[in-house]
């Protein structure tokens, strides 16, 4: 990949990643972190030739690796805290909706993650996350029922987003 | 539709990353558990993605991913010096600590070596031939594997 295609890449994927590492971490210092060295670890390797599509399947794939090497560690705590995000919008209704996703175990909230907010397919989640396609089937289902439950139940009581 | 999935499951959240659903997915949706979740939690995290955040610049990820790949090249080109380098300390340290544990050995190496005809006028010029040869087989055999990793 030369200096201008990953410029372009980088546009492209960089506000994505940025957006699952804070989510997954909870924490600005770790996000920034780790997307300099998923980028890193990627201009790194010597691949063969990809698509845009599995350079950045690719990509995320390393980043993922990278925080389970954090929490594998103790580095970030698996269960993060709303109230240390920042957004723009940190009203404390909000704050209350985005605890029942940070409340949920770290493989569970990448899983959502990727299928929801990312696209990935299921077969994609499965070679990123090192998984079977069929279990990667059973833990969204399960971690998507919960936090939808938990979402209605949250908004049925007056807090909504 | 299995137990765990829809099969409409991602053209469903494929909709809703564009926009929003259509009457047809909306209908679906409605009748379908697996799918009423989807749209739900889709709609949940795709909620203030447009978060403002400053993003390092491309051409400094850039410099750092070259730094990174030479610093890789170096790793991956110095890594059979430093296996060559553990194995030889093994070895010493094997050696040493078969010195030091047994000193009966050392004692009968070096008698073993003493009766050998090496130290003998008569089969030295041998011995220097053979130990000539060993030194170009090993040679030989670096040689050959410089030029195996240089490929």
Redesign the interface.
């Given at each position: 990949m030369n200096?201008e295609a990953?410029?372009v890449f980088?546009?492209r994927t960089?506000?994505p990643l940025?957006?699952y590492l804070?989510r997954m971490s909870g924490r600005v210092d770790v996000a920034?972190d780790l997307?300099?060295e998923s980028?890193?670890?990627?201009?790194?390797a010597s691949l063969p030739e990809m698509d845009v599509g599995q350079s950045r399947s690719y990509l995320f794939k390393i980043a993922t690796n990278l925080l389970h090497d954090r929490w594998r560690r103790k580095e970030i705590p698996e269960n993060i805290d709303a109230t240390n995000q920042?957004?723009?919008?940190d009203r404390e209704t909000?704050i209350d909706?985005r605890r029942a996703?940070d409340q949920l175990k770290p493989r569970e909230r990448q899983l959502?993650?990727l299928?929801?907010?990312e696209?990935f397919?299921?077969q994609e989640i499965a070679q990123l996350a090192g998984l079977k396609v069929a279990s990667v089937?059973?833990l969204?289902?399960r971690a998507?029922?919960q936090?939808?439950n938990r979402?209605?139940e949250r908004l049925r009581t007056g807090s909504g987003? | 539709m299995?137990?765990?999935?829809c099969d409409q499951e991602?053209e469903v959240?494929?909709a809703l990353?564009c926009g929003s659903l259509n009457a047809a997915l909306q209908r679906h949706a409605s009748s379908c558990a697996?799918c009423?979740?989807?749209v739900?939690?889709?709609e949940?995290?795709?909620?203030?993605?447009a978060?403002?955040?400053q993003?390092?610049n491309?051409?400094y990820?850039?410099w750092?991913?070259?730094?990174?790949?030479k610093?890789?090249a170096v790793r991956r080109a110095t890594r059979s010096i430093a296996q060559v380098r553990s194995v030889s300390y093994l070895g010493l340290s094997t050696a040493a600590l078969c010195l030091i544990l047994a000193p009966g050995n050392l004692r009968s190496i070096l008698s073993a070596f003493s009766g050998h005809r090496i130290w003998s006028i008569g089969g030295l010029a041998e011995s220097a031939l053979l130990m000539g040869i060993g030194a170009l087989f090993f040679a030989l055999l670096g040689s050959l594997y410089f030029a195996w990793s240089e490929k």
């Open positions: 200096q990953f410029r980088y546009n960089s506000r940025r957006a804070l920034d997307l300099q980028y890193c670890r990627f201009l790194a920042s957004c723009q919008d909000r909706v996703f959502l993650w299928a929801h907010v696209g397919d299921h089937r059973v969204l289902f998507r029922s936090l939808a979402l209605r987003v | 299995s137990q765990f999935y991602r959240i494929e990353r697996i009423s979740d989807t739900v939690v889709s949940f995290l795709q909620s203030g993605l978060e403002a955040s993003l390092p491309s051409d990820i850039w750092m991913g070259q730094l990174a790949s610093q890789m």
